[in-house]
């Protein structure tokens, strides 16, 4: 007993005092977005009917939609993140429509440079697809055990692991610093540019842009948006909503996503060719004010007033409000 | 539901409180068998039938063979037994195997077949619980033992949640008695079990998972252009992945198990400082190699006894290539259960023309033969691991000639030396530990110095959450 008694009481002292040290240099607890997260927020979503809002989108999504807040602004939905940061959202759409048990509305996301590229950024939406849709049926209670510890514990994040730590140490000879993003469990990515080289974040993202794959012909645009539209189409006539939405870039980003996506050649083709809705942040003042910090992505309380215009909006336009 | 996973913790904790009532005993083994059930039906519900018929029948098959009469009817009731058992096997690990050698061999002369592919799920621990089952029965037949009264005590034999998916695989003789009478816990046993539980999930978790895996990973993910350090360090990270890994999970079923106060046997015994492969199997899945020991190689070595010493390497080569076919429906696998087989048989005719050489009993000597073991046994590995032996035979080429790969190696010296480490640290700790036995070594210990360690697992187990990966013999 003895042995015991001594055993827990070092534990619960090194984990104490190891949790108080990240606390103490900055760190805070974050959910780990995995395939298990994703898909339990997809299974609520299918729980929530017909007042779900499904989110499916890129990164630009996840920073910049609050569920939270969008949940507050039009309390008659229930909305839920589902965007996959760096991936294509159409194999999730594709899903979403093929689903018998989803009855919900989706806002989705038209990236300039995932919609009107050729790129296959699909593999990990297909993965996550793949574990809902063959995952036991304890999965989910193990995603919410899991949560409610990443929620509370920084000691939860793969940053502070030891080896990680001890890597830092003996390779740059310093300890782990707190990571500017962290995941809330509702799938919301906080995004705290205060603490980035932005200047070398739009670098980043400008030779994404530049460098990528060429962007899509006619053709090809139209066959795409002939997939896009079938699947929105599907989902409608299940009685759901779809919204398209492009996301706010600002600054040189913007500009050169215009260049390579010309608005006539892309955007107007696209909106043209769906029979959804869609929203572009630049026709609407309250959307286009929020600005990117590093270009790509909102910060987090820019992300917070970027919701409530969203939100605004789509009352304004009476779309996703009326019960259906 | 797997170990390390927090939806078991609160499983085990439950089954605990609730076996620790004041209860009837059936009524503590009632709540065992459900348990486990609920267990295996967290993966996939619909094969707990397969569970159910497997224990119904070599029940009721048991039962009958100690009322038959005649020699030829316990003979048909054995075959029923067989024939289930290894019938359900077949089916369900080899049928897709199967149809596809018999797609190419029938291509290889020149016949174009393009059969339906059968698209069959494995079941979880099949290849346990038969073998389980299977021994049973046998015994039964063989009259070691006499068939067990009680369903429910059968049904709690094959079901029993902490050996279920990757064993220990139990003996009937071994488990059933200890259904006989409650059997309380006391307070060291308990701490003894928790004790367990943590070191294998300290072997999972941090060891195999954390720090092993990942650079097993990187060195046999396809398309790798390794170099000699990269091939050699990844073969070691298998070696250690593997072991950690199974070890951990028996370790952890003999935790757990030792906590609802049943015993469940030791499965591993420091097999990297087997001096020799036929000491590496009676330390390595000793359940698994007793098993084959008794119902495979014994028959077969009896048969073939006229012919001595080449008997018994024939015996040994035949066991040992089942041994392969068990492990997994891939040729990979039938390779790596026959490179066993021959070194098993070279051992045996080096021990039969050395057995009277004094020098091989020196320290040193026995030193140089258990590395000279482990690495060919880590050598083993490789068709194990790799996906194709295209890979394997890629790999071992870069091991064997290091001219031609002497390049920069691709793994960063940081995992380099996590793997030297670890590697290092596990063969001088079980070559130390050899003769003994974790809870002996445990005993010899200060009770502060015993905590202190258990402690610093828990802190290295809060504080490595990896990837959540199944355990690696749960596809077996």
Redesign the interface.
Known sequence: ????A???A??VA??ST?ELFWRARGFQPSV?DRA?LWSLERQRANRAGRNAVVLIGTSRFLTGLDPAVLNQEIPARRFFQLAIGGSSPFPVLDDLAKDPLFRGNVICEVHPGVTFRNNAAEQIPRAWLDFFHHR???AD??AQ??IL??QRLT??L?D????VV??GL??EGRLPKPNYVRFRADRFLMADYGRVDVARQMAHWLKGVRSGEEPLTEPQLRRRCAQINESASRIQQHGGQVVFLRMVSSGELYKAEEQHFPRERYWSVFVRSVSAPAIDFKEVPALARSQCAEGSHLDYRVAQRFSQALAAELVRRGLLVSRR | ?IFN???FA?FFMVVLFVHHLPLPWRVKKLNLMFASYLFYA????PFLALLWVSTVVDWAVAQRMARASTDARRRALLMISLCWNLGALGFFKYANFLVDDVTQLLAMVGVVYHPTMPDIILPLGISFYTFQSLSYTIDVYLEKIKPWPSLLDYALFLAFFPRMVAGPIMRAAFFLPQCLQPRPVT?SQF?WG?TLLVLGLFEKVVLAD??LAPVADFVFAPGTRLQFVDAWTGTFAVSGQIFFDFAGYSTCAMGSGLCLGFLVPENFRFPYAAVGFSDFWRRWHISFSRWILDYIFMPLQMKWREWRTWGTAAALLMTFLASGIWHGAAWTFVFWGALHGFYLVAELLYRKWTHNVKFLQRNWVCVAGCLSTFVLISIAWMPFRARDFDAALAMLRIMMMPADAMGACLL?W?LVA?VVLIMTGTLWMQWRLRNSSVEMQAERLP??L???L??AM???L?????E?RAFVYFQF
Do not use: K
């Open positions: 007993m003895r042995t015991w001594l055993t827990l070092l534990a090194s984990l190891l780990r298990e036991g049926w304890v209670t193990e055990l899991r510890l990443q000691l939860e793969a502070v692991t030891p080896t001890l890597r003996l390779q | 539901m996973s927090l939806a609160v967290a993966w996939n519900p307070a701490g928790f954390g720090i960063d940081c996590r009770w502060w015993r905590a202190v258990v402690a828990i802190v290295a809060f504080t490595s959450p990896g959540d």
